[in-house]
């Protein structure tokens, strides 16, 4: 078998039916659908979708984990030689997909990353992400310091293939118990990446919605908390990274600082602002240490001036986006 695909699915109703369609054009593959323990009607759809496709299977957590534990539960089931992660309310594009793992077959993969566009949940728009170009097989450390360094670099997972045996290799899963678990999967599947290529085919649309993950920046303040978590564990990465240190010191500098960017980034209300800004000024120094560690000069003077001044930072940051 080519293929698993891990199909978390925890409330969405409303959204995973039109991704199973999607899903149940892939051939020579296996669908895992993995049941969060939701209470809307979502484990009904993906019955009634497994009983119309023998390749499709539920698999029923004991109880609600989050989307990593989900992924992982996926992940530890999954028989295919190469393994992809899809999300429930997104649509994938078949053909493009199955071709990404005749191309990751044939070059000997270890992990396949390709394009996606972002889809408008109202209107169904599509706008293009990154403009990534196909390159040849190189090891996952360069494969990342280039996206970093043209500023293409995305950590979404649903980007890539992975090699499950390599994933079993390296022990690699996903980061339990916390958001933006994607940066603590992608970035080290490269970096320890002996080939990896990137394509320029769009595998996947993103649907843009209120509801989703990261629309609950604006509910509390509890991701900071993620952020700076993200941050600790990827300069643990740092001294491994050979040739993609300065990448990585790079990407963890700017991550530290979207803490504070994503007051203004996300237009939070006044009081989940209030809550960030005292996060901010709370942890401060361990932020700018990050950022002032990066190499790149621009980063290290919005890491100087974030230690100097919270407050500073959020108004200049206000100003820059004008």
């Not at 993620?226 to 963890?252: D, M, P, Q």
């Amino acid at each position: 078998m080519r293929l698993s695909v891990v199909i978390p699915f925890y409330r969405v109703e409303a959204y995973i039916g039109a991704c199973l369609e999607r899903a149940g054009r892939l051939k020579d593959c296996e669908l895992l659908l993995v049941d969060d323990c939701g209470d809307d009607g979502s484990a009904d759809i993906a019955r009634a979708f497994c009983a119309a496709h023998d390749h499709a299977r539920i698999i029923k957590r004991e109880k609600n984990g989050g989307l990593s534990a989900a992924r992982n539960t996926g992940l530890a089931q999954a028989r295919g030689e190469y393994v992809y992660f899809l999300d429930s309310d997104d649509l994938i594009e078949p053909e493009a997909l199955m071709a990404l793992v005749k191309a990751a077959q044939d070059q000997r993969l270890d992990v396949a990353k390709a394009r996606f566009s972002y889809m408008d949940d109202e209107t169904g728009a599509r706008t293009d992400g990154p403009a990534m170009k196909k390159t040849p097989v190189m090891d996952g450390g360069a494969l990342f310091a280039a996206q970093c360094r043209e500023n293409l670099y995305e950590p979404m997972v649903w980007q890539c293939l992975y090699r499950r045996a390599f994933l079993q290799e390296i022990g690699l899963q996903m980061a339990e118990g916390l958001l933006f678990e994607d940066e603590l999967f992608q970035a080290p599947a490269l970096l320890k990446a002996r080939r990896a290529a990137a394509f320029e085919e769009v595998i996947l649309l993103y649907r843009q919605r209120a509801g989703s993950i990261m629309g609950s920046f604006a509910k509390s303040s509890q991701w900071c908390l993620s952020y700076l978590e993200v941050c600790r564990r990827l300069s643990a990465l740092t001294e491994e990274a050979g040739n993609a240190k300065k990448a990585l010191s790079r990407r963890i500098g700017q991550i530290a600082l979207s803490v504070a960017k994503n007051v203004k980034g996300y237009d939070l209300p006044e009081d989940v602002a209030e809550e960030v800004m005292r996060f901010v000024k709370e942890n401060r120094r361990e932020l700018a240490r990050y950022a002032l560690h990066s190499g790149d000069a621009f980063v290290c003077l919005q890491g100087l001036l974030l230690k100097l001044s919270p407050k500073a930072f959020d108004a200049w940051y206000g100003w820059m986006r004008r």
